[in-house]
């Protein structure tokens, strides 16, 4: 079985992925999170206008689509791109989140932080609860559009974890993946046509989104996603002279390495290890068909853990472990397809109150490697 299945559909390029001028880069997998590539990615830096990612989440997540907002009386000037807006203008949540994710509108970002939240501080507070429970470890908003401030700063980690999450909500996908489109509003009438600030989509027939982003302090800043062959990756660059054609060149590079591809369970199921005093090896395979994305030269091979009788049908024992030339790992957990009982003969030698014992240890081993393994 085995390596020859794996091997023969995978079709890629081992070359060696492209020179990221950036301060800091990302590729992942959208589906498992899976790092692809990644240069200083705990790296704290200016996000710029892709902080917008976060702010249209929210703002996806705590409102209706065709909630009714209105922009304040007293609408403080805010430098940059804007929607022009008006005080008393009433948008819908997705017009509003149009006018912030395709033209990048600083103003829209205040009055929706203060509509969400109350005011802006309260909506800032939001932002970094939101990234806590997202996994984030390195990021701290100050703002919701990402103009210039010292303590506003995450990573790329952080973002693509960010990323990621606002491309599960189907509402979200489909407006960053648009080039343009009109919003309706109800005072300017003479700005209706919005066009996004993501020339990627012209550029790339895959992309399907997400955030430009650039500042002095930052410089260029760019949050990528594209779907080629079934598989969406998703990536981050911060601090770039060049963030569009480094993200064309890292993402050309992840699809023509990194492919898609699902492991049938019945296809790696015949693997056997030893069980200490059991009445013979048990078999074992994977617990179900599984999606892995991996490179070029893939080698899987085994990794049973030291099990002794009895064991249980169901049990982890063990690990699938794939490698390809790119340096990245998969690491499956192996089931029991059977239950290997005790030795007759070990269980007569050693008695009643040993095998007690013996099963007592066997139950508590099971849970520590159970765990262990779905933690690896």
Request: with cysteine; proline share 5%.
């Amino acid at each position: 079985m085995g390596l020859g299945l794996l091997l023969a559909p995978i079709i890629a390029d081992p070359s060696a992925p492209p020179m990221i001028g950036a301060k800091s880069a990302i590729l992942i997998d959208e589906v498992s999170g899976k790092v692809l590539y990644s240069k200083e990615p705990d790296m704290r830096c200016y996000p710029a206008s892709t902080t917008k990612v976060m702010t249209a989440m929210l703002l996806l997540e705590r409102c209706r689509p065709e909630e009714k907002i209105k922009v304040p009386k007293k609408l403080e000037f805010i430098d940059g791109a804007s929607l022009n807006l008006k005080p008393g203008e009433v948008f819908t949540a997705t017009n509003l989140i149009r006018g912030i994710l395709w033209r990048s509108a600083n103003d829209a970002c205040e009055v929706a932080a203060t509509h969400v939240a109350g005011s802006v501080t309260k909506f800032v507070d939001l932002m970094n609860s939101r990234a806590k429970a997202i996994g984030c470890t390195n990021t701290t908003f100050t703002n919701p559009h990402g103009l210039p401030d010292e303590k506003h700063m995450t990573t790329v980690h952080d973002l693509s974890l960010i990323a990621r999450q606002g491309m599960k909500d189907p509402e979200f996908r489909a407006i960053v993946a648009q080039r343009k489109g009109k919003i309706s509003r109800s005072i300017n009438q003479a700005d209706t046509t919005i066009i996004s600030k993501n020339k990627v989509l012209d550029l790339d027939p895959t992309a399907d989104g997400i955030k430009t982003g650039y500042t002095r302090a930052a410089r260029g800043c760019y949050i990528g996603s594209a779907s080629r062959n079934g598989s969406r990756f998703i990536s981050v660059i911060l601090g770039s002279e060049d963030s569009l054609g480094e993200h064309m060149a890292l993402m050309d590079w992840g699809h023509a390495v990194f492919q898609s591809r699902v492991l049938k369970q019945d296809e790696y199921s015949d693997y056997r290890g030893e069980v200490h005093q059991g009445n013979g090896p048990v078999r074992a395979g994977i617990a179900r068909d599984t999606r892995v994305v991996m490179g070029p030269d893939v080698q899987a091979s085994t990794s049973f853990y030291e099990l002794t009788a009895p064991v249980s049908k169901g049990m982890v024992v063990g690990e699938l472990v794939l490698t390809d030339a790119a340096g990245t790992e998969e690491r499956l957990p192996l089931v029991a397809h059977e239950s290997v009982p005790l030795r007759e003969s070990s269980l007569s030698t050693m008695g009643l109150a040993g095998f007690a014992m013996l099963s007592l240890l066997a139950m508590r081993r099971k849970r520590i490697r159970m765990t262990r393994a779905w933690e690896a």
